[in-house]
Each structure stands twice: as C-alpha cells, then as structure tokens.
C-alpha cells in the first residue's frame, strides 16, 4: 500500500478526524477524536475501562465504523469499506495480537502463522520462506512442528506476532499483549515489540497498563470519555 501523498511527502499511516462513536443512548465511545500515527511510531493507548479504547481499536481495524469522521490506515479510507473490502484490508494492511493469543490449538505452529498468507492467496513455498524467516526471527524456529498447547504464553504470545507480521502489514495492532501473560514472559513481549519498532514496525499498543506502556513505546494517548486528554512523546534515554 502506499503511504506518500501527491506532494511525495510520507503520510500517516494512522489519521483519524473527527471521529465520533455512540452506541444506543449512552454517551459517545468516542467524541471527535483526532489522531495521527507517522510510519515506525510506538504509540500506546492508555485509558480506564469504558475509555473508548476498544472501540478506537475496531475503528482502525474494520470491525466498526465511526458514526461521523473519517479513519484512513495505510492509505485506505477504511470507515468507507464495505465487508470483503474490510477483511481484505486486515489480511493485507494490518497485523492483530491479542490477550489471549486466538491461536488454533488443532494447527500447528507453522500452519498457524501460514494462516495470513494463505487467506491473501501467496503462493505456499513463498508464504513457507517467510513464516520458517519469522518464526527464527522470533526464537521459536524450533517450535514450528508443535501444537500451541504444548507452549509456554511467551512462547504463544510470539506465534501470534509471527501470524500478525506474515503479510508485513505496514500496522501492527497489539490489543493487551501481556494481559495473559506472567511477569518473565510479559517482559519476553515487551522487549519483543520493542524490538520489531526498533526495525521500523509502526505499532499502536491498546493497554492499560502504564508500565507497558511505558517501556515498549515512543508516545502515550490517554483517552478518557472518548476523548483524548493527553498525548505525550517519550524522552528519549
């Protein structure tokens, strides 16, 4: 996907206008939010339950549209996108981790980050060249044969980045990464996304956990009533 504008400029890979979101009569989910995410920012999303944070998440992912505003991700207007248009544009412009990993225990390692690949039609020797790359890349190469039950979290939490980066989305999405996981393997998954940014991926980090946040990211957004009230860059160490 292209991410330059007609003036040759990088653009956002993230820019979301105006965006409001309510659901039945409550108060708004999200009440004119703006925000801009440059290519190989490591933005996290901070906020108390009821803050707006899934609901910005499933903005920029496809999974809901804004009810006034405009999300654009990598180029693509997605609040515009019908259904087929919605999933082709997760499989190709953006990678998903989740809490509790979503992997498919019947798969094993390998077959379940060939998953991406196989959905955009890659052919198989291709798709298999970059997941053996990813899984090697991640320290789990020798895990590639075995069921994701028989894995440590850490170990789980890594398939699922490998699966999420299969078709190099130019975003990656991590939704509490480290809400499943121990202390040691929290710090496996902190270090490894930081890591992946250090190497240019563009990262946005819904959490709400500040140390997380604070350790693995180049900018915090604090969202509260669907606002944002803070957006601090990190000082650099």
């Known amino acids: 996907m292209d991410t330059n504008d007609s003036t040759g400029t990088t653009?956002?890979?993230?820019?979301?206008?105006?965006?409001?979101?309510?659901?039945?009569?409550?108060?708004?989910a999200l009440d004119g939010v703006r925000l801009t995410v440059r290519r190989g920012e490591a933005?996290?999303?901070?906020?108390?339950?009821?803050?707006?944070?899934?609901?910005?998440?499933?903005?920029?992912?496809?999974?809901?549209?804004?009810?006034?505003?405009?999300?654009?991700?990598?180029?693509?207007?997605?609040?515009?996108?019908?259904?087929?248009?919605?999933?082709?544009?997760?499989?190709?412009?953006?990678?998903?981790?989740?809490?509790?990993?979503?992997?498919?225990?019947?798969?094993?390692?390998?077959d379940n980050v060939l998953l991406p690949a196989q959905l955009a039609g890659i052919p198989r020797a291709e798709?298999?060249?970059?997941?053996?790359?990813?899984?090697?890349?991640?320290?789990i190469g020798r895990h590639a044969e075995a069921h994701p039950g028989r894995l440590s979290g850490g170990e789980r939490q890594r398939v699922a980045v490998a699966r999420a980066l299969m078709n190099r989305p130019a975003l990656l999405l991590a939704d509490e990464p480290t809400g499943a996981l121990d202390s040691a393997a929290g710090q496996d998954v902190r270090d490894l996304l930081t890591a992946l940014n250090a190497d240019g991926q563009t990262v946005l980090l819904v959490t709400h956990d500040p140390v997380l946040a604070e350790s693995c990211t180049t900018?915090?957004?604090?969202?509260?009533?669907?606002?944002?009230?803070?957006?601090?860059v990190a000082v650099p160490r």
């Not at 920029?60 to 693509?76: E, F, K, N």
């Not at 798709?127 to 320290?139: F, T």
């Open 11 to 28: 653009a956002p890979v993230i820019d979301i206008r105006d965006v409001s979101r309510r659901y039945g009569q409550g108060p708004p």
């Open 219 to 232: 900018r915090t957004i604090e969202l509260v009533d669907g606002r944002i009230v803070r957006d601090t």
């Open 127 to 139: 798709a298999r060249r970059r997941a053996a790359e990813l899984l090697d890349r991640l320290g």
């Open 43 to 110: 933005v996290a999303v901070l906020g108390p339950s009821g803050s707006g944070k899934s609901t910005l998440l499933n903005l920029i992912a496809g999974l809901d549209r804004p009810d006034s505003g405009s999300v654009t991700v990598a180029g693509v207007r997605v609040d515009t996108l019908g259904e087929a248009a919605s999933a082709k544009y997760r499989r190709a412009g953006i990678g998903m981790v989740f809490q509790f990993f979503n992997l498919l225990d019947d798969l094993t390692v390998a």
